[in-house]
C-alpha cells in the first residue's frame, strides 16, 4: 500500500527517505509516498501529496492532549477521492507515541503494521489514548 506519513500540516511535511518512518513503513510492506523527497522530512505542496494517491495516511501532526485520535478523516475528508479517506484507511495518531524512536519502538512497528496490513497483522485495538502503545493496544 501507498502511505503517506505527515509530521507537520501548516506547512505540509512528511516522512521521507531516511526517517524511521520511511524504514517502519518499508518493514511493514508499505511503500512511502514521499520516499524520493529531496530531505528527510520534506516540505510538499498539497498537490504533489493528492497526485500520489496515498492508501494509508498516517497523520502525526497534532500534538495537542485533546487532538482527535484514530480512523478519523479529519481535514482530510475535503478529498474523498484519496483511496486513503475513500477507503477509511486515515489514522490521526499522537506523536509522542509513534514519532520518536526509542526503547517503544518494537510497539511503533506493531502499530505501523496494523495500521498499513490489517489483514496480516490484525487491526489495531483503539481505546481512549488511541491505538497501541500504553493503553490502547493488545
Known amino acids: 500500500r501507498k502511505v503517506l506519513v505527515v509530521v507537520g500540516r501548516e506547512p505540509l511535511y512528511v516522512a521521507g527517505p531516511g526517517s524511521h518512518f520511511d524504514e517502519l513503513v518499508r518493514l511493514c510492506g508499505g511503500k512511502n509516498v514521499a520516499a524520493d523527497a529531496g530531505s528527510t522530512y520534506a516540505l510538499v505542496s498539497l498537490e504533489a501529496v493528492l497526485a500520489r494517491q496515498p492508501e494509508v495516511i498516517l497523520d502525526t501532526s497534532d500534538n495537542r492532549p485533546d487532538a482527535p485520535r484514530g480512523p478519523v478523516a479529519g ?19 499522537d506523536p509522542a507515541r509513534l514519532a520518536i524512536p526509542g526503547p517503544r519502538l518494537a510497539e511503533m512497528a506493531e502499530l505501523a503494521a496494523q ?15 488511541g491505538a497501541g502503545l500504553e493503553g490502547g493496544g493488545r
Open 75 to 93: 481535514s482530510w475528508s475535503q478529498w474523498p477521492f484519496l483511496p486513503a479517506v475513500r477507503d477509511r484507511r486515515v489514522f490521526h495518531l
Open 115 to 129: 495500521l498499513i496490513q490489517p489483514e496480516i497483522f490484525g487491526p489495531p485495538v483503539w481505546g481512549p489514548a
